[in-house]
């Protein structure tokens, strides 16, 4: 490992470091390849993310439902998703589905694969945010909601939601961050 003083050395104008060739591949490039690849992560990572928020939410209202037929299954998918590695889930979503459905109609191209994958994982991760930032609202808000005569939908969405933001919103900002450092497994296919 370099000491300080080797790696300050680097900054050195006689260094022998080619910070021209850093430059060109950059910013001028022909071709934008760094910028491009900086574009395609970023678009994965707010796509995915905001599927994975919509899914997590409605995961989340799933496992808290007082129905088991809506619970199990949400469980099932939570445990299976946040349980096994996310490079696995975009091979078996990659590779093995097609085999296992035996149709070459199914084979999905690259990004769609990565996307769904993503989306997929996320959602469950988010399903746990919401569901920790829906648990952390007082249960008498839905009760007084519910005194003034709101249904649940209507309860959920402007009293106990809104109220559930300011746990859900500062992981989602850390989930976002991970999301965009685990966009490197799509280098895998």
Not at 2 to 24: I, N, Y
Not at 83 to 97: A, I
Request: include cysteine; charge should be positive.
């Amino acid at each position: 490992m370099p000491s300080p003083p080797d790696t300050l050395s680097l900054f050195k104008e006689d260094s022998m470091f080619r910070w021209d060739l850093v430059w060109h591949f950059l910013f001028e490039d022909p071709n934008l390849l760094f910028l491009k690849a900086a574009w395609l992560t970023l678009w994965i990572s707010v796509v995915a993310q905001a599927v994975g928020v919509s899914l997590g939410l409605f995961l989340a209202l799933m496992r808290m439902s007082r129905f088991p037929l809506l619970t199990f299954p949400a469980r099932a998918y939570i445990w299976f998703f946040r349980g096994s590695p996310l490079l696995v889930q975009v091979l078996l979503l990659w590779d093995g589905l097609p085999r296992v459905i035996n149709d070459p109609r199914f084979l999905l191209p690259n990004y769609a694969c990565v996307l769904v994958a993503f989306s997929l994982n996320e959602g469950a991760y988010m399903a746990e945010i919401v569901r920790a930032g829906i648990t952390s609202v007082d249960p008498g808000q839905m009760e007084a909601a519910k005194s003034l005569g709101m249904r649940y939908a209507l309860a959920m969405r402007r009293i106990v939601l809104p109220q559930a933001a300011r746990v859900i919103v500062p992981p989602l900002g850390n989930e976002f961050n991970n999301m965009l450092k685990t966009t490197s497994i799509a280098s895998v296919i």
